[in-house]
């Protein structure tokens, strides 16, 4: 059993994330902002803990995180503004993996996007500008931490039904269900074999932990 800390908690592949960990008897935590989330959280069998990541200081998400075997970078502005895609995308990320490397919470796994690095060519005009530049400087801090971090870069995210088969690394961006993703973080997790990588994928052909293995 792994003790797993999912920031972002409410999101999505969050929601999901945390069944697929709980199943496999994980003790899950899942970070929310709002409150009124408490309730989806607590049906996936994780454990909701109210805390806004935006605002809190590195010793303050350092004490949250204590006692941890994993993080799980799932939040997100959610994009339309570019101040608080910073202060989410980037700032609050960064000081997560600072937090947990003082709180001795040595594995993380960062959901990024197939896209994102530092030469992500997103003219400075376009709205997407600023999640890209967010995305690429937080992933590259992940990079340097001494963590044991592994970045995930899912193409295009759909809503469909989970295929439980992947192709990593391709040459170019297509797809890729929700439900894959959350297998694909819960198989990092397991996987010492993802540390230290960055791992872009589509829905493809191959079995999730063949892929990554």
């Known amino acids: 059993m792994s003790r797993v800390l999912i920031i972002g908690g409410h999101g999505k592949i969050a929601l999901l994330l945390a069944r697929l960990l709980v ?8 970070l929310i902002r709002n409150p009124d ?8 069998g994780a454990a909701p803990l109210v805390a806004d990541a935006e605002t809190l200081s590195v010793s303050e998400l350092a004490a ?5 075997d994993a993080l799980v970078w799932s939040a997100g ?14 700032d609050a990320a960064i000081r997560s993996m600072d937090a947990a490397a003082s709180a001795g919470v ?7 996007y197939f896209g994102a690095r530092t030469d992500h060519g997103v003219p400075a005009e376009n709205p997407f500008f600023a999640y890209a530049e967010a995305k690429a400087a937080a992933d590259e801090h992940l990079r340097n931490s001494s963590l044991s971090w592994t970045v995930l870069g899912p193409s295009a995210l759909t ?3 989970p295929t439980g088969r992947i192709e990593v690394d ?3 961006s297509t797809s890729v269900s929700r439900a894959d993703v959350a297998a ?4 990092s997790l397991a996987q010492d074999a993802t540390i230290g990588r960055t791992i872009r994928f589509n829905n493809g052909r191959t079995p999730i932990s063949e892929a990554l293995g």
Do not use: I, K, W
């Open 37 to 44: 989330h408490a309730a989806d959280v607590s049906a996936t």
């Open 77 to 90: 502005a959610g994009g339309g503004n570019a101040a608080r895609t910073y202060a989410v995308d980037r």
């Open 170 to 172: 391709p040459a170019e």
């Open 106 to 112: 040595n594995r993380y796994v960062m959901v990024s």
């Open 64 to 68: 949250l995180f204590a006692g941890q």
């Open 23 to 30: 199943a496999r008897g994980d003790e899950v935590t899942s």
């Open 159 to 161: 809503l469909d039904e």
């Open 184 to 187: 694909v973080v819960a198989a």
